[in-house]
């Protein structure tokens, strides 16, 4: 769960890292108003969760950050408009560097990264990696300041500068871990003339599964539990899903995300379905949705998902594919399927371009399939190989 640059900046504010004195504009007369007590120039950025470069300007006096705002306010953020406009001074640094705290999967611990240089890490790293440094430290014991300063010191940072700049990677990482962050990086932390460290610009973003645990803050922050902070605004199809997946606590449906292709997968979560997704895309197939099902569903779930997708205009055949699942009975899923294909009317032989879902009581979905003619897989077929014969089917009819 993404947050906006404000609420990110709340949080580090709150926690002792410092951040330049700001103000959230909702219209451009306020961002004006705002300026104007600031005192200009000003940084004006648009509050949107997809980064985005046009979301920036600067305003060297009142009316500039009015113009400027009533720009930024007309952005479309995936949909949406801006939550606001962001107005701060700009500060001249001495010296700019980048933070991020972040989880390595490699190594399976939380990874502190710096660099002497401002901007995104990534392409720092792809660009200067001579100029990235990186330390991993501990989510299970209490952390200690003194992996911070070696992290710090590896940047060649000396003198009086060491200890404050130990301090706010060392707040990073406490934030971090206290609030199941996923990633937060500092893409701006300015070293002032005085020797004073400033945060300018904040990246932020919470995991899904700790927001039940982080309500109080997320109430502190003004975010209620219905906002999801997707990245575009749910389309009725995807609002739709969600309904079936919070209406039946059995097993799970999601995430479902539409897109416009003809081909609709109903496919098993825990990394498989990303895999068939990719694979799909890779054979030349144009998938109309990514419908993710596994947790052992009932059959009514899976049976209403299935005539969701089906019904999904463009959507001309579905595939049913999974990795292989210990825990989700095939033989449900293959009986809610093809009782949702048949509720719309269809054939199941001609509407599921195959079915690959291995795992608990297989056997006896196999029977399911054989009686109604679907083409079916097991474990001895990979995801991309049954990916490439759904394909393969929709060009054979011609689609």
């Known amino acids: 769960m993404r947050f906006y ?50 979301a920036l300007r600067s305003a060297d006096s009142p009316t500039q950050a009015r113009q400027a705002a009533e720009q930024l306010l007309r952005l479309d953020d995936g949909g949406r408009a801006p939550k606001g406009v962001l107005l701060e001074p700009r500060p001249t640094a001495a010296q700019e560097y980048s933070l991020a705290i972040t989880y390595d999967g490699i190594a399976k611990l939380p990874v502190m990264i710096a660099s002497t240089m401002a901007g995104n890490l990534d392409e720092i790293a792809d660009q200067h990696p001579e100029r990235v440094v990186r330390r991993h ?43 199941d962050l996923t990633q937060v990086e500092i893409s701006s932390l300015a070293r ?7 945060a300018l610009d904040c990246h932020m973003d919470m995991e899904v599964e700790g927001r039940r645990r982080q309500k109080a803050i997320l109430d502190e922050l003004g975010i209620p539990p219905g906002d999801s902070r997707a990245p575009r605004e749910q389309t009725a199809f995807e609002i739709e899903a969600a309904k079936i997946d919070a209406e039946d ?26 895999t068939t997704f990719d694979a799909v895309k890779k054979h030349g197939g144009k998938p109309a949705n990514y419908a993710a099902l596994g947790g052992n569903p009932s059959v009514k779930k899976a049976q209403r998902l299935t005539k969701l997708v089906l019904s999904k205009p463009g959507v001309e055949k579905i595939a049913v594919i999974s990795n ?7 033989d449900l899923v293959a009986r809610g399927v093809i009782k949702g294909v048949l509720e719309l009317g269809f054939n199941p032989a001609e509407k599921i371009t195959i079915f690959r879902i291995p795992g608990a009581w297989e056997a006896d979905g196999v029977k399911i399939l054989r009686k109604y003619g679907v083409e079916f897989c097991d474990r001895t077929v990979s995801i991309s190989e049954a990916a490439r014969r759904a394909v393969e089917k929709m060009r054979a009819a011609g689609r």
Do not use: M
């Open 5 to 54: 640059e404000f609420e990110a900046k709340r949080l580090l504010g709150k926690h002792g890292i410092p951040v330049p004195k700001n103000a959230l504009a909702q219209t451009a007369a306020e961002a004006e108003r705002l300026a104007g007590e600031l005192g200009s120039p000003v940084a004006l950025k648009a509050q949107v969760l997809s980064h985005k470069s046009a």
């Open 137 to 179: 430290f501990s989510a299970l014991f209490p952390h200690s300041e003194y992996r911070a300063k070696e992290l710090v010191s590896a940047l060649g940072v000396a003198s009086a500068d060491l200890p404050r700049l130990t301090s706010i990677v060392s707040r990073l990482a406490e934030l971090f871990l206290k609030y």
């Open 249 to 274: 606590p059995r097993g799970v449906a999601g995430p479902v995300v539409e897109f416009d292709g003809n081909i609709g997968l109903v496919i098993g979560a825990g990394g498989g379905s990303l």
């Open 192 to 198: 002032l003339a005085d020797g004073n460290f400033v």
């Open 324 to 330: 292989v699942l210990s825990n989700t009975r095939a």
